[in-house]
């Protein structure tokens, strides 16, 4: 079963503005990941953020992660063009080598 | 840079036939991962390795799935007698000590 659940589904705004992401999560995890997908294209590695952490930055990303509400954000600031792709969040549960159990991402459109 | 390599990027076949996929993970990384995305959406764990043992095999569909990391050889993910609903992007996915996956660019299986 799917372990993320990410909201909004889709998103779409203008250019220069910021994006914000949620996604949440049933289990308890060592970690959780936002990746990026381009349409037709692999996934791309965004951000990693521990379970020990409440926020991590890089470049104009922002995720949080609120292990009491099982919930993560990941905020893009002034976004562009190039930002239009699909997000996901994914979980690992486990120790060493686990499984990734990915939410059903989000649609981010910017509009020029 | 590095890259996990996935072959064909393509590969078409009638309902029934054999289909074979291909992963090459980057070299060094010693767990490799198969996820299923069906329609742009959720992706599935299929099946991880250790090196070129079974990890965790969990999402395999037993009666038509096989997959092989042999040394010195591309990982494999083989499925029999293809059905419809086996149409999807097969991503494979590279890892060292199971924390940082490098995806690879996926491979599009369509059953007609």
């Known amino acids: 079963s799917q372990q993320g659940e990410e909201d909004p589904q889709a998103l779409s705004i203008q250019e220069g503005e910021n994006a914000t992401m949620n996604c949440s999560y049933k289990?308890?995890?060592?970690?959780l990941q936002w990746y990026r997908q381009n349409s037709g294209r692999g996934l791309v590695h965004l951000i990693l953020?521990?379970?020990?952490?409440r926020e991590k930055h890089s470049g104009r990303l922002r995720v949080t992660l609120d292990t009491s509400k099982k919930s993560s954000s990941l905020l893009i600031t002034a976004s562009r063009a190039a930002d239009t792709a699909s997000y996901f969040c994914?979980?690992?549960?486990?120790?060493?080598?686990?499984?990734?159990?990915f939410g059903q991402g989000t649609r981010l459109t910017i509009n020029p | 840079g590095e890259e996990v390599a996935q072959t064909p990027k393509h590969l078409v076949r009638g309902e029934g036939q054999k289909a074979k996929l291909y992963c090459a993970p980057i070299?060094?990384?010693?767990?490799v991962f198969w996820y299923q995305q069906v329609l742009k959406n959720e992706f599935k764990f299929l099946i991880s390795?250790?090196?070129?043992?079974?990890?965790?095999e969990t999402g395999m569909p037993k009666e038509r799935f096989s997959a092989k990391c042999l040394p010195n050889s591309p990982c494999s993910l083989e499925i029999q007698a293809t059905k419809l609903e086996d149409s999807a992007v097969y991503f494979c996915?590279?890892?060292?000590?199971?924390?940082?996956?490098?995806f690879g660019s996926g491979t599009r299986l369509t059953v007609v």
């Open positions: 289990t308890s995890i060592n970690n």
């Open positions: 994914a979980t690992d549960a486990g120790q060493g080598a686990q499984k990734l159990v």
């Open positions: 953020i521990r379970s020990n952490e």
């Open positions: 996915a590279s890892s060292q000590a199971g924390v940082g996956y490098t």
């Open positions: 070299k060094g990384h010693s767990y």
């Open positions: 390795f250790q090196n070129e043992n079974v990890f965790d």
